[in-house]
């Protein structure tokens, strides 16, 4: 099968999105021809061709207005992608690519399908003007005119059936999958006995700023582990420094077998998202039977079950409440471990790449 993919971002842009999308790219390549077609940004230094095998991806020039890149070759390349692809699978995050790829395929005859990782939602004065209107409009029309929809939660699938008025029988729920050779369990005993940890970019979304400051209704010999980087940085260590926090560290990125390692380590994760899909930190912190402490969205709380104790309004006091309760119950702890390493166990890469095999071979059949 000839497959492309087109994502606004890929690795080593940091974001759970593009790490999706690589690793799908990368399991597809093993049975089919693949083709990732993306931008440079975060990546300027690196070849604008790379091929391994099966798999090709190709990182455009690229420029970002707001959070959105801009990738003017784009229809271009699915215009002349030879041979014909059977599929072109593009990775929602971002406003322009949806319409590039509906005009570039549609154009062919090819079927898309539309790989929806998030709810977004505005950032900015002009995006809570201008978003809505995008969405229903624009958006709406590119998800209606998919072959198929694949949403990752079923609270995501129904969020977005609702909203865009689709027909509930072309959208399919994937879950994101986790790397069980490298985010393995580690021995409950073994855990420090009073360290928070917080993982991915620094960012309003991420909501980062309440688990610094729940940390100032918690005891001072609880620390919190920050690993990530992103543009609320500063503003974070400002934040610590206003409080007089001495129990925060700032790691930035790791590399995937530390990041395994500080998850071992872990009391509990927190996740205290304004909004989310299903977050890779989640199901990373899941397979090393680490308890979690999120916020209470219909996706983490599908996803996580047992393993997680959501809390309705993550303000600093709430969160704080939550981790202390959870720190003086080490028996409560050891359940949600367990019950995070059963679940965790679901989520596997080989099993999302063989879901969206047999979503393509409906497309193909003209079943979608």
Known sequence: MEIVQVAGLFPPHLGGEELVAQQLATMQARRHNVTVYTSDIDARTMPRRQQDGRLQVFRDRAWRVGNTPVLPRLTGRLLRHEPRPDVVHVHVG?????????????????????????????????????????QRTLYAH????????????????????????????????VPNGVDGEVFTPGPFAGRAPRELLIAGRLTAQKNVAAA?????????DVTLRVVGDGEDGAALRAQVARLGLTGVRFEGRLAPAELAAAYQRATLVL??????????????AMATGAPVVCSALPELVETAGDAALPVEEPTPAALGAAIRALLDDPARRRRMADA?????????????????????????????
């Open 142 to 173: 590119f998800l209606r005119r998919a072959a198929l929809v694949i949403c990752l939660t079923e609270a995501m699938r129904r969020t977005v059936v609702a909203r865009f008025g689709l027909n509930p029988e072309r959208v399919a729920v």
């Open 94 to 134: 971002q406003a322009l690519l949806p319409e590039m790829v509906r005009f570039g395929a549609g154009w062919r005859g090819v079927p898309y399908v539309a790989h929806v990782h998030l709810m977004v939602r505005p950032s900015s004065t002009a995006g809570r003007l201008l978003l809505p209107l995008y």
């Open 212 to 220: 610094v400051g729940a940390m100032a209704h918690l005891p001072r």
């Open 340 to 368: 995070a390493l059963r679940r965790a166990a679901t989520y596997t890469w080989p099993a999302v790449a063989s879901a969206v095999d047999e979503l393509y071979d409906r497309v193909r059949a003209g079943r979608g």
């Open 271 to 284: 996740m205290p998202s304004t909004h989310e899909g299903q977050p890779l930190v989640l199901l990373e």
